[in-house]
């Protein structure tokens, strides 16, 4: 008994040990993950970058439409019913539209700028993303290979006890043959 005591704990704490490797190689698999997840790299935006953002929020909200808007009503008005030594842009308005023009070609590349930069950021909440979804699967091939582990120890476990209860069985056989 005392053989298969030790045979037993042997096992147990072979098992342990393979529990414990597995544990560490999970965790040091996982470490690089998250420390690219807690410490991403910083933005630091240029000022032509800052101002590129702010005319984008700007250019893109209901208060740059409204107020160009009202300037261009008060503009067109203006023109329209002044006095004619008064009006700087007469009816054409080609001013207002060499304006426009420009504002236009300007605002554009200006808010693609932007577009880009936020482009950029998705591309690296993706990335967060993937590490993500790499840090669940490795701790899910971990807990498969935990679970593999337990499983063939205890199929063991259990042919052992079934060899024992097989012996155990011979021998109160052979006590009845040779009590017979």
Same mark, same amino acid.
């Given at each position: 008994m005392n053989r298969d005591t030790n045979k037993l704990l042997q096992s147990e704490s072979e098992q342990l040990k393979k529990l414990q490797q597995i544990v560490k190689k999970s965790i040091e698999d996982e470490d690089l993950i998250i420390q690219n997840l807690l410490n991403p790299p910083k933005d630091i935006l240029s000022r032509g970058q800052k101002i590129s953002d702010k005319v984008a929020r700007f250019g893109g909200s209901w208060a740059f439409i409204i107020s160009f808007f009202v300037i261009l009503i008060l503009w067109i008005l203006f $023109?329209? %019913?002044?006095?004619?030594?008064?009006?700087?842009?007469?009816?054409p308005f080609i001013l207002m539209n060499l304006i426009l023009s420009c504002i236009a070609a300007l605002q554009a590349?200006?808010?693609?700028?932007?577009? $880009?930069?936020?482009?950029?950021?998705?591309?690296?909440?993706?990335?967060?993303?993937? @590490?993500?979804? @790499?840090?669940?699967? %490795?701790?899910?091939?971990? @807990? $498969?290979?935990?679970i593999d582990l337990l499983l063939e120890e205890q199929i063991k476990v259990l042919f052992d006890?079934?060899?024992?209860? %097989?012996?155990i069985l011979k021998s109160i056989e052979k006590k009845l043959t040779n009590n017979k």
């Open positions: $023109n329209s %019913l002044a006095p004619t030594k008064a009006d700087f842009d007469p009816y590349p200006i808010i693609m700028m932007s577009q $880009n930069r936020q482009e950029e950021k998705d591309r690296k909440r993706s990335e967060n993303d993937y @590490l993500i979804n @790499l840090k669940a699967e %490795l701790e899910i091939r971990a @807990l $498969n290979q935990k006890s079934q060899a024992k209860q %097989l012996e």
